[in-house]
């Protein structure tokens, strides 16, 4: 079973800053199988990037995702104040899906 | 639009059973599977299992296997996810949300594009 290690666990930086979330699989997976998805207090996860790279439709252009192997990130290129949330990482394979613990964005 | 509509929270007892539902509309229903997804209180998320509302075809994560059934009714374009005797650690939130399989360039891509709002349950003596 592939295992999805987020980092940081929480990551404080202030409004305009840059946030780099790393995602890492204890092995090499496919990056069409990886997504990332935005949890806000209270809500449903939505979906910011599939296929490790490509915006979900709607999705500003300061979300971006990269990576292969074992080794995603998600970057927010300058936060805005409704960024801070927590954000998981998926991996779909197998016939299932597997989330990574989250990071949690906070304000500094 | 696009939506996934849950049944209201509920609150049981130990032992009772309970089914939640997942209305789907705006689009085919039985073009997408339903995956379920549990997170429990301050936790992650967990993927529960899923459904091809086309055939009810299903598949579970091993670690719910046998401790939920998730069924559909594609005449009302519905999802259930439901429990035989719940146990207080059973107490969630649970959403559902629509997979999306879709060949694109390279090969097929895997996500969930839509969830719906979550419905609590807790079950407490």
């Known amino acids: 079973e592939i295992v999805l290690t987020q980092s940081p666990g929480t990551l404080s930086l202030s409004p305009g800053e840059r946030a780099t979330l790393s995602c890492r699989a204890s092995?090499?997976?496919?990056?069409?199988?990886l997504a990332w998805y935005q949890q806000k207090p209270g809500q449903a996860p939505r979906l910011l990037i599939y296929?490790?790279?490509s915006r979900a439709t709607g999705i500003p252009d300061r979300f971006s995702g990269s990576g292969s192997g074992t080794d995603f990130t998600l970057i927010i290129s300058r936060l805005e104040p409704e960024d801070f949330s927590v954000y998981y990482c998926?991996?779909?394979?197998?016939?299932?899906?597997?989330f990574g613990q989250g990071t949690k964005l906070e304000i500094k | 639009e696009v939506q996934l509509v849950q049944s209201g929270a509920e609150v049981k007892k130990p032992g009772e059973s309970l089914r939640i539902s997942c209305k789907g509309s705006g689009y085919s229903f039985t073009g997408y599977w339903i995956t379920w997804v549990r997170q429990m209180p301050g936790k992650g998320l967990e993927w529960m299992g899923r459904?091809?509302?086309?055939?009810?075809?299903?598949n579970y994560s091993p670690s719910f296997q046998g401790h939920v059934t998730i069924s559909a009714d594609k005449s009302i374009s519905t999802a259930y996810l439901q429990w035989s005797s719940l146990k207080a650690s059973d107490s969630a939130m649970y959403y559902c949300a629509r997979q999306i399989a879709v060949a694109l360039s390279g090969g097929y891509y895997y996500y969930m594009d839509v969830w719906g709002q979550g419905t609590t349950v807790t079950v407490s003596s």
């Open positions: 296929g490790a790279s």
């Open positions: 092995q090499s997976v496919t990056s069409r199988y």
């Open positions: 459904i091809d509302p086309s055939d009810s075809y299903t």
């Open positions: 998926q991996l779909y394979g197998s016939s299932r899906y597997t």
